[in-house]
T-cell receptor
């Protein structure tokens, strides 16, 4: 079984400053890990995914995440926040040979002008 | 279009009525998921289809909920005798196969309001 904990329910940053969204996972096997973003009244869009290749994963819109097995973490970062980054972000894990996705509770990002 | 398509995008229905929500997965994707996103409840797994295998229905919350997938493509989620607690966004997703690392693509959801 696997599970995901997003450590912050809400993150507020100023435009142009770094963003850090924290995610810890629990998985019995080598997991696949994903970050999705959901803008208001929209569906889920994939930002990036980790699938046992490079531990530093680059995604769309300047986001990246680092898989740290020793810390069971997959934190999402962006060097400089933009107003358009205001949204809800979900960390998702899927175990090897497991089709079910486990979602974190989500982190709401607010960007201040 | 190239993405997962869901219809209707918005549905308001009276309590006690039946509703059908439709999902067109990406062409060639054999895996199809339904999830429910309720306010304050996060994303909840409902059902999973993979090819011609028996679906995993373990997430359906009650026997008022059912889903089918015809010809391995289009899926319909049916909610009978809707209740106010059924109000949520119903998200459909598809994936090429269930192998490790395959991306799961989500539709924009069907927003259901039961009044």
């Amino acid at each position: 079984a696997q599970s995901v904990t997003q450590l912050d329910s809400h993150v507020s940053v100023s435009e142009g400053t770094p963003v850090l969204l924290r995610c810890n996972y629990s998985s019995s096997y080598s997991p696949s890990l994903f970050w999705y973003v959901q803008h208001p009244n929209k569906g889920l869009q994939l930002l990036l995914k980790y699938t046992s290749a490079a531990t530093l994963v680059k995604g769309i819109n300047g986001f990246e995440a680092e898989f740290k097995k020793s810390e069971t973490s997959f934190h999402l970062t962006k060097p400089s926040a933009h107003m358009s980054d205001a949204a809800e972000y979900f960390c998702v894990v899927r175990g090897t040979n497991d089709y079910k996705l486990s979602f974190g509770a989500g982190t709401t990002v607010t960007v201040r002008a | 279009g190239a993405g997962v398509s869901q219809s209707p995008s918005n549905k308001v229905t009276e309590k006690g009525k039946d509703v059908e929500l439709r999902c067109d997965p990406i062409s060639g994707h054999t895996a199809l998921y339904w999830y429910r996103q309720s306010l304050g409840q996060g994303l909840e797994f409902l059902i999973y289809f993979q090819g011609n295998s028996a679906p995993d229905k373990s997430g359906l919350p009650s026997d008022r909920f059912s889903a089918e997938r015809t010809g391995g493509s289009v899926s319909t989620l049916t909610i009978q005798r809707t209740q106010q607690e059924d109000s949520a966004v119903y998200l459909c997703a598809s994936s090429p196969v269930e192998l490790v690392g395959n991306t799961i693509y989500f539709g924009e959801g069907s927003w259901l309001t039961v009044v």
